[in-house]
């Protein structure tokens, strides 16, 4: 009889989440891997089979949750003001470590990328998922059908080299010049309220 879970998954999920987005799939060896997750290495085994299922449910982890960053509804902000919060990383604290992680799936398509064809392409599709978030952003904020699929597509370009960047060292004010100027161009292509005057 297998021995009864005796942690809290979810918990030892987020902190492998964490690990992973830090370090990378091959930069969380598996002893390192469970230290930080605080469970043995049988509990692992009968909670996540093996470190590659563990990844993938971290990266469906991470997408939803990075999905429902740009679906809430905060109370007063456009959605053109939803994206520009999210593309500056506003939904973080000021000083939070993750703002010089990256983005965990725009990290895994940069390091799978003809290592692991499985792993890059399931990091791609929920790379599309975001990006239909943002379709659907576009759309709520007036944006001509015909036109949101390529704005989307602008947007998440700009996404991925953000986090890139910001992977390695660009500074939160230049990023932030980035997406001032990105959101500058936005509104002034589309027929968009800017946020002044929404």
Request: negative net charge.
């Amino acid at each position: 009889m297998a021995r009864p879970i005796t942690f809290d998954r979810n918990i030892a999920r987020d902190r492998a989440l964490r690990f992973f987005w830090r370090r990378g799939y091959q930069g969380a060896g598996l002893s390192d891997l469970l230290a930080e997750m605080k469970i043995g290495r049988s509990s692992f085994y009968a909670a996540f089979g093996d470190k590659r299922r563990l990844f993938l449910e971290c990266l469906d982890h991470f997408a939803v949750n990075t999905v429902s960053i740009l679906r809430g509804s905060e109370r007063g902000l456009t959605p053109i003001e939803r994206l520009r919060r999210f593309l500056g990383q506003e939904t973080l604290p000021p000083m939070a470590e993750e703002r010089g992680w990256g983005c965990m799936l725009v990290n895994t398509v940069v390091e799978m990328a003809r290592i692991d064809d499985d792993l890059h392409d399931h990091a791609i599709c929920r790379l599309e998922e975001i990006r239909s978030a943002m379709t659907d952003l576009l759309l709520e904020a007036g944006c001509h059908p015909g036109d949101s699929e390529d704005y989307s597509g602008f947007l998440m370009l700009m996404n991925k080299g953000l986090r890139v960047a910001g992977r390695q060292g660009l500074s939160l004010e230049s990023q932030g010049r980035q997406v001032s100027l990105t959101f500058a161009m936005l509104e002034s292509a589309l027929p968009i309220p800017s946020p002044i005057e929404a």
